[in-house]
Structure formats: C-alpha cells, structure tokens
C-alpha cells in the first residue's frame, strides 16, 4: 500500500517577476513500512522536496503543480487547519541541524510535552510518563534528569536523540528525516542509523530518508531516487541503483565513493559543478558535467523510463 | 556564568537594584500609611500656624488641636505653604510614580510587542502590513513624546488613569521596533521551523516560541521606559497637567515649592533629589541588566 504519493511536483521560486522552476515533475512514492531514500548533492532540491511534502516551503516558493496523496487526500489541496492536525501527528520531520532545531529557552521536557499535549488530550502524569518512555527508547541516559536540561546542555547527537522522540511522540504514520545526520560526526551518525532502524521495526514507521551519504543508503535503504537538480534522475531498488546504475550521474556518484582507493590513486569525482536550483541548464540538466551528452540532451528534457520492474532512468542515452 | 552573576559584578547596577527595593518599600509603605480615614500620615492636615517650617522641626503641640498633630511631633521633611506635611505626601506621591511607571510601561509595553509582533512574523509575507506598521512607528516618533503627550492631556480630563493611559499610548514606539527586529531574526531560526512541522498554531509559535526569546532587550526597554514614565508624570504634574490636586505627586510638589525656592528651598529640593534617584537606579539597574543579558558576555 503507497502511504504517499507524490505526482508531477513543480515548485518554482518569484524572482524579478518571473518564475524559476526549482523542482521539477517530482515523483515518487513510499510504501508502508518501507525505507525510501533520496539521494542527491547539496541543493539540488532534496529538502524543497521533504518541506512541500508538509506544506512549509519558505514563502517565496510557489507549488506550480501535481500532488501530494497522503492516505487518500491531496495534501495541497486541504485547508491550513487540517494540515496542522497532520504535521507531527500523521507526518512528522526531523531536520538537519540539530543544534538549532530546538527553542533555546525551553527544557528538554517541555517542548517533547508540547509536542504531545497538541495532538492528544492525555493527563498530565501520562504525558510525563510518555516523555520518560520516548527518551529511554531513544537512548538517552538518565532520562528523568534530562527532562530538565536546557538544549545547550546536550550534545548534537543527544538533540538529534531527542529531536527523533519529538518526531515519533504521536506514533506517525510516515517520518521524513532531512539529512538527520549531516550535523553529527560518524561514530554518532552509525548510533543514530541504528536508532532508525529499530524504531521503525518497533513502530511500524514509513520512513523517507532525505541524504546525500551514499553509505546510509546502502545501509538503510529499500528503494532509492537519485536527485539531480530539481529532477528524479533514476529510481529502483537499492540492488538496481547500486548494482545496476544507468543514468550517467547514478555511475560517476557510486564511482566517486571513497572505497579501497589504491595509493597515489586519485579520487574519482564527475567534473564539473552542481548547477544552482536557481539556474537550471536547459533539456537534461545533468548535459554540461555529462561525458556522453549529445545534441538532444541539451534541447530536449528526458522522460522517465523504465528499464525493469520499478528501475526508472530519465536518459536520452539510455540503450534499448 | 548566570544573567545574576553578571549583573552582581556590575557595583553601580546593584546600587540602583537596592535604591528601587528601598523605592518600592516607601511607596508601598506610604499607599498604606496615606490612605483610609484616619491616615497616619495624613497629606491633606492644613495647619496654616505653621507653614514653610524647615526639615525635622518640631510641631508646636499648643496651637494644633490633636488630630493635626504629625506623628513622632516633627516634620521631617517640613511643611508647605499651608503647613502640610511634605513627607506625607512624598509618601503619598510615591505610590503615584510608581504606578504610574509600571502600569504606563505596562501598557507601552504590550502594544509594543503585539505591533513588533505583527509587523515583525507577517511582515515578510505581507509586505504592505510591514510598510503600515514601520511607517506608523515613524510617524508616532516624529512627535517629541514630552509634547504629544502634553497635547493630548490638554484635551482629558487629568486624573491619574488617564495619564497612565495617554503615556502608555504614547511611548511604544522603541518597544515595538525591538520586537519587529527580533521576530524578523527569529521567524528563520530552524526551531521555528521545527515547531510548524510538529503542527503548532501561528498564535502558539508567536507568543510561546519566539516570544520568550525576544523578552530580553524588551525587558531592558521597559526598565528604561519606567524612569522616562516617572519623569514624563512629574514633567505634566509640575506644568499643573498631572493628577489633580489635593493629591499630591512628587512632580506636584516640585511645582507647588517653586515659588518659595529662597524662603523653603526643601519643599523643591526634597522631590526634586528623590524623582532624580528613582530615576537614576531605574536607569543603572536597566543598564545593568541589559550588560547581564547579552549573550556575547558570556563565555
């Protein structure tokens, strides 16, 4: 069963009174309990994409088109009051920065009962009670005593910690975690995996994991999306992305990863840089930085295609 | 290191927090000693027999009848042109000042951060609410606050909730540009985003999320704000536009004495020195506490 479907999402930024296609045509869908990733470098749309998914895109942002089907309902298309009752309870996210995700001025405990007392009219002890249970499960010791710790008295992995239990605290259907681990050095980012991946067994959790580390993805993940400025590239299981990559930008990532590289072996990277969301290329965008492009990558923008069950690619190229 | 910490290194700051604590405790002291039927310290006793006498002399217990009497026999700080006592009513005055700097700023400063508020968290998305509520600011700030709220005293009624009124409405102004600029600041903070994704109301995030951490420096402006409400009363009661008499306030006083400046100096320089120390500690305390309260002087 698809929990979200998100179909032709075009999102386009307002600059000097003309509009600048910032997503383009994003599709793709989670299934129930399943782990879905989206992979792609820094600003090519990963976070744009999890934000329009909870309608909190920055102001300036415009949902030009498509659909966001969460369960049934079109989430572009249900009043701002709804969609209240569904951030945090049905859907939530956890984002980037740790260090700055939570209200300075406020205890541990009281923003993790906020978040609760929103969605659920429970008594006060229970509350309480489900704070200790949240922090405990996410792994942060003595938890009775950091419920009245301020956020500058935890460490980033503990806020990330504690930014999960806020996340999960009304058992939502589908979790949207943006880079949770980018801010964390990697003996934390491995804890903070693991974390995912019993509290989705324990919970029964649809999760969308939002990174640009191919090794989580390969760790964490069913099906993949390979984003590549504002664009899905190619999309498949985590065995046809990592085995089997088609679009030209999938192979030069999986090429560029850091893996038993020889000495005086240089580091494979692709040439040249991401384009700005804000300054897209024309046809493919991936054309300038491709080693193949020919004629019609650069005039004509190509279609997904799909090569096998569920392995899509958007090539001109693609052979067949 | 603590805001308490902080502000307890700085000497002059903890001089102006125990002048305010000694402040306090007087007006506190003569609401309750001025008031009732029978006050202790009766502000409104007219003993015409001994008018202008200087501080701490002796009543002279032959011509007044008993009830006139002034407790302890002296008047510490003398009497008035109709034998009043002026330490009632520098007790009774007090109260006056310090109501009318609290509630006044009370005032202020509600306005200030509901205006700052709006302007500062929907000015983004609706830039004309933004140019309103800036360009009103500007406007209200052109007017010399002293005189705008002269003018208005001119046309009510002058009574002590008015004047609290007409100052709180008048002086907003610093009060709602701080809390715009901080709301501006705040609104892109990630935790602001973090608590929308958990589903929290607009009017939650507001007043319980970036409130709170906008209450420093509107904290320091209301400090300040006190002292120049203090002031601004004693200014409109001196030029005869303040509380009305018999009540007495220390801008009253002050005004009353002027014309005996040579014959009974203390009945303007007691109001006068007080009104200058209360004003003074609001404003080395506000100081203080706006050293104690910036983040960049801790480690």
């Known amino acids: 069963m698809r929990i979200l479907e998100v179909k032709d999402l075009r999102l386009g930024f307002i600059q000097d009174g003309r509009i600048v296609l910032a997503l383009d045509d994003i599709s793709f869908f989670v299934k129930k309990a399943e782990t879905v990733c989206i992979v792609g470098e820094s600003g090519c749309g990963k976070t744009l994409t999890s934000l329009s998914i909870i309608r909190l895109t920055p102001p300036s942002a415009k949902i030009l088109g498509g659909k966001v089907i969460f369960e049934g309902r079109n989430l572009l298309k249900i009043p701002e009051k709804e969609m209240r009752e569904i951030r945090g309870k049905e859907i939530s996210i956890i984002f980037q920065e740790p260090f700055t995700s939570l209200n300075p001025v406020f205890t541990i405990g009281d923003q993790l009962k906020e978040a609760i007392y929103i969605h ?100 964490i993940a069913d099906r993949v999306y390979v984003m590549y400025s504002g664009m899905i590239v190619e999309e498949g299981d985590v065995f046809q992305i990592f085995y089997n990559p088609k679009h030209p930008y999938t192979r030069g990532l999986l090429e560029s990863i850091p893996y038993k590289v020889k000495r005086k072996e240089r580091l494979k990277s692709i040439p040249g840089f991401t384009p700005d969301l804000l300054n897209r290329p024309s046809g493919c965008p991936f054309h300038p930085r491709c080693r193949s492009s020919s004629d019609i990558c650069f005039k004509e923008k190509p279609e997904m295609r799909y090569v096998e069950n569920g392995h899509g690619v958007r090539c001109h190229l693609l052979e067949g | 290191m603590s805001t308490w910490q902080l502000l307890k290194k700085n000497r002059l700051a903890i001089l102006g927090l125990v002048f305010l604590l000694f402040f306090f405790l007087f007006a506190i002291f003569g609401l309750i000693v001025t008031s009732g039927k029978n006050p202790i310290f009766n502000p409104y006793t007219i003993r015409l027999q001994e008018k202008l006498k200087p501080p701490f002399s002796k009543a002279n217990k032959e011509v007044l009848s008993p009830d006139q009497i002034p407790p302890f026999g002296i008047y510490i700080f003398g009497t008035d042109d109709l034998g009043r006592d002026v ?67 001119a046309f009510v009624p002058g009574s002590i909730y008015t004047i609290m009124a007409v100052i709180g409405l008048t002086n907003w102004m610093g009060t709602a540009r701080f809390v715009r600029a901080e709301f501006l600041s705040l609104r892109e903070q990630d935790f602001i985003l973090a608590a929308k994704a958990l589903g929290l109301s607009e009017f939650r995030i507001i007043f319980r999320h970036m409130l709170p951490n906008a209450m420093a420096p509107v904290l320091v402006s209301a400090t300040l704000g006190i002292a120049s409400a203090i002031l601004i009363e004693a200014g409109l009661s001196f030029l005869g536009f303040g509380v009305p008499p018999p009540y007495a306030t220390w801008g009253g006083i002050l005004s009353d004495g002027r014309r005996y400046l040579f014959d009974a100096p203390w009945l303007t320089f007691i109001p006068g020195i007080a009104i200058l120390f209360v004003v003074l500690s609001f404003n080395l305390f506000g100081e203080g506490l706006r050293d104690a309260l910036n983040p960049r002087l801790r480690e």
């Open chain 2, 87 to 153: 330490f009632s009513r520098m007790l009774q005055g007090a109260w006056v000042s310090l109501t009318v700097g609290f509630v006044s700023v009370g005032i202020s400063t509600a306005i200030g951060i509901i205006i700052g508020g709006i302007a500062g968290y929907y000015g983004k998305e609706h830039p004309f609410v933004d140019i309103l509520i800036t360009g009103m600011i500007d406007i209200m700030l052109c007017f010399p606050s002293f005189f705008l709220v002269l003018t208005v005293m």
């Open chain 1, 120 to 219: 659920e009219k429970i008594s006060e002890e229970e509350v309480e009670k489900r704070c200790i249970d949240l922090l405990k499960l996410v792994g942060i010791p003595s938890a009775e005593l950091r419920m009245k710790s301020y956020p500058h008295q935890l460490s980033g992995g503990q806020r990330q910690r504690v930014m999960i239990a806020m996340a999960i605290c009304c058992r939502p259907k589908l979790l949207i975690a943006d880079e949770p681990t980018t801010a964390l050095d990697v003996t934390v980012q491995a804890q903070i995996i693991e974390l995912f991946r019993r509290l989705k067994q324990e919970y029964d959790l649809s999760l969308l994991y939002v990174t640009h580390d191919l090794s989580v993805v390969a760790h």
